[in-house]
């Protein structure tokens, strides 16, 4: 198993611009999760995309996967000095234990008002 | 969804002391897993928590320094034994709620274990 590893690890915008983060996996998978973890607290579950699915939006937040290139994107549109934070995604690794994921590096975004 | 409490939510200990953190859970869930979060990096499961079986631990982690407990469906308690500087860290516990695979898992608040 490996873990994901997200680019950029830091990324700072400004607000009601868009910011992208990429992450990059290396074996089969169930899904894949994107997470928000607020000044080193609990994660917060943002998306789930499956691996038979391309694209998925959630308000502000579209999830791309592409499981030829083991690579997924998560933009968010529009943010808010609220969207600070460091993003995570987590792979659901195909024929691993249920429930168990594996965690990128994460990018952590600040947006400045 | 499911609301998870996890205390303490931050602790300093001194060296060679002992921790339990505990995870209450608000339903009953089978898979229960333990994460620790070093300064700066990602998480990395430390073990499985099942009810009515021993833990399941990752490589690089062992019972003697992490014991779990899993009494019942809705709670778990981890163990940090004989704490060094290094296990300053973040634990969180998560539990999945379904049986089934594609379904999200949720997570406690964390606790911050800082080791002095």
């Known amino acids: 198993s490996q873990q994901g590893e997200e680019d950029p690890q830091a990324l700072s915008i400004q607000e009601g611009e868009n910011a992208t983060m990429n992450c990059s996996y290396k074996?089969?998978?169930?899904?894949l999760q994107w997470y928000r973890q607020n000044s080193g607290r609990g994660l917060v579950h943002l998306i789930l995309i499956r691996s038979n699915e391309r694209e998925k939006h959630s308000g502000r937040l579209r999830v791309t996967l592409d499981t030829s290139k083991k690579s997924s994107s998560l933009l968010i549109t529009a943010s808010r000095a609220a969207d600070t934070a460091s993003y995570f995604c987590?792979?659901?690794?195909?024929?691993?234990?249920?429930?168990?994921?594996?965690f990128g590096r994460g990018t952590q975004l600040t947006v400045w008002p | 969804s499911a609301v998870i409490s996890q205390k303490p939510s931050r602790d300093i200990c001194q060296r060679g002391t002992s921790l339990t953190i505990q995870c209450q859970v608000d339903s009953q869930v089978t898979m229960m897993f333990w994460y620790r979060q070093q300064p700066g990096q990602s998480l990395t499961l430390i073990a499985t928590a099942n009810q009515g079986s021993e833990a399941t631990y990752e490589s690089g982690f062992v019972i003697d320094k992490f014991p779990i407990s899993r009494p019942n469906l809705t709670f778990s308690t981890l163990t940090v034994s004989n704490m060094s500087p290094e296990d300053s860290s973040i634990y969180l516990c998560s539990v999945v709620l379904s049986e089934t695979t594609n379904t999200e898992a949720f997570f406690g608040q964390g606790t911050r274990l800082t080791v002095v």
């Open positions: 074996t089969s998978i169930n899904n």
């Open positions: 987590a792979t659901d690794e195909r024929g691993s234990t249920l429930g168990r994921l594996y």
